[in-house]
């Protein structure tokens, strides 16, 4: 098993570079779960940009529902094998998905859901790279909501990278190892 965490901010490069990574490093066959929903038409662009741009190697799967409990999540994710080379772009989407289903549930909760999740991730036998949004290189969000919706990501993050083999974070398209061999 291998897990490889791209990080960075929106528009930096992640998705691409997550996708030749696991086609140059993984082995066949190569699985994409998309997270991002069309909820307006700008989204829609995004996401058909993402299609037209994406590699035909890849099977992708229907966008991950996050309202769904995580023990749906993972019936989902049991489509695939468990050597198959598997990309999800991304973390930051589906987690908000999770946090708009249930807004007042407090962090650590949703910590705690979700971690059935990551450790699906870590006992994964294939190649498993993340796309995620680093979280800490804004402001402090405004809003409660916005600053809950920081604060679940990056704990995730965090747990993430602790358990990563690999973490590459993307500046304007410039790749920086963070991690590059298994403590």
Known sequence: MSLTLVTGGIRSGK???AEEYLLKKGKEPW???????PTDPEMLSRI??????RDSRFTTLPPLDSSLPASDLLSHLSLFSQEASFLLDGLGLLLSGMLMEQPDEPVRNLVEKA???????FERKGMTVVVTEEASLGGIP???LGRRFTDFLGEMNQMLAVRADFVYLLVVGCVIPLKTAPD
């Open 15 to 17: 998705s691409k570079f």
């Open 142 to 144: 405004m809003t409660p």
């Open 115 to 121: 971690s059935s999740f990551l450790d699906f991730l």
């Open 48 to 53: 058909e940009r993402h299609q037209v741009e």
């Open 31 to 37: 699985i994409y779960l998309p997270t991002a929903y």
